[in-house]
């Protein structure tokens, strides 16, 4: 399933995109999509149930804007470093084990929503990620197979950064990727069920036009399920976090000088294969 999330940003409600293209309202099938959803597979079956017999009624999408695909996102955890072509082309080693950061929940905004530059940001930079949804709670989990079944699905994320915050400025990276807006997450929350391979997706992102990264979640060192299954050995996931999991060669940090990076009024488009398209334009904040 599609599940989405639109509406005036804070008075979103549930949806669901059928396999025509048709918007189909949830909302007197359930409260919201997110943790407590994700976790109910009674609640879960209802709405397959009803998307099969057609019983959903249809939304008008003109003008509707989409938001966040889940609501009361616990945690992000961020893997970063975690494609072979995005080590490369920064000069890193790989990693010996994945790199763990996190970003807090409200920097999420709606996949065509407007993403500030900083104030006295000089190297805002993009990063086209594979979200991943947690479905059950993970705990000392024993193996990536164990990791890809406790997750309830996935959905496109852009991984915005500041990186003179983030490398610059001192401490850790927090600084450079926790700016309001650094975020966007979606347009949907594809469930498990249709990305039978989650290391055999697409990820392009573009700016103002122009193709800047063209990768593939098979270049990941540690994928999808190992990166769960790593993740809850040190903190706990539960249903309705989220867990980054990197991004592919081509940010503006990888550029020669003068590198590219992010400015008020450029256009930046992503996507990943089968789980939609993103279009945010540049403000200053």
């Not at 059928?18 to 409260?31: H, K």
């Not at 057609?54 to 975690?82: E, F, H, S």
């Not at 983030?166 to 650094?182: S, V």
């Not at 309705?240 to 008020?264: F, I, S």
Request: aromatic content about 6%.
């Amino acid at each position: 399933m599609k599940l989405l999330r639109v509406g005036t940003a804070g008075r979103e409600r549930p949806a669901l995109l059928d396999p025509d293209g048709t918007l189909r309202d949830l909302s007197g099938l359930v409260a919201d999509i997110d943790g407590t959803l994700l976790a109910d597979e009674d609640a879960l079956g209802r709405i397959r149930t009803a998307a099969a017999a057609g019983d959903l009624p249809a939304l008008d999408a003109t003008g509707l804007r989409i938001g966040p695909p889940l609501a009361r996102i616990g945690k992000i955890v961020c893997i970063g470093l975690n494609y072979h072509d995005h080590a490369r082309e920064t000069g890193a080693e790989p990693p010996a084990e994945p790199v763990v950061f996190l970003k807090a929940p409200d920097t999420v905004v709606g996949p065509d929503d407007t993403v500030l530059i900083p104030r006295g940001s000089v190297k805002t930079d993009w990063e086209v990620e594979l979200a991943v949804v947690i479905g059950r709670t993970a705990r000392y989990l024993e193996s990536a197979e164990e990791g890809l079944a406790h997750v309830a699905g996935y959905a496109v994320a852009h991984d915005v950064s500041e990186r003179e915050f983030q490398i610059e400025r001192g401490g850790t990276w927090d600084k450079g990727k926790n700016c309001e807006t650094f975020n966007p997450l979606g347009p949907w929350l594809v469930t498990a069920d249709e990305v039978p391979d989650p290391q055999d997706l697409s990820l392009r992102l573009w700016v103002n036009g122009e193709l800047k990264q063209d990768g593939t979640t098979a270049e990941q060192i540690f994928p999808v399920g190992e990166v769960v299954r790593y993740v809850s050995r040190f903190m706990t996931l539960y249903p309705g976090d989220v867990v980054n999991t990197g991004t592919p060669a081509g940010v503006a940090m990888g550029h020669p000088e003068p590198k590219p990076y992010l400015r008020a009024g450029d256009v930046v488009e992503l996507e990943v294969t089968g789980l939609g398209r993103q279009r945010q334009v540049l403000a200053q904040a």
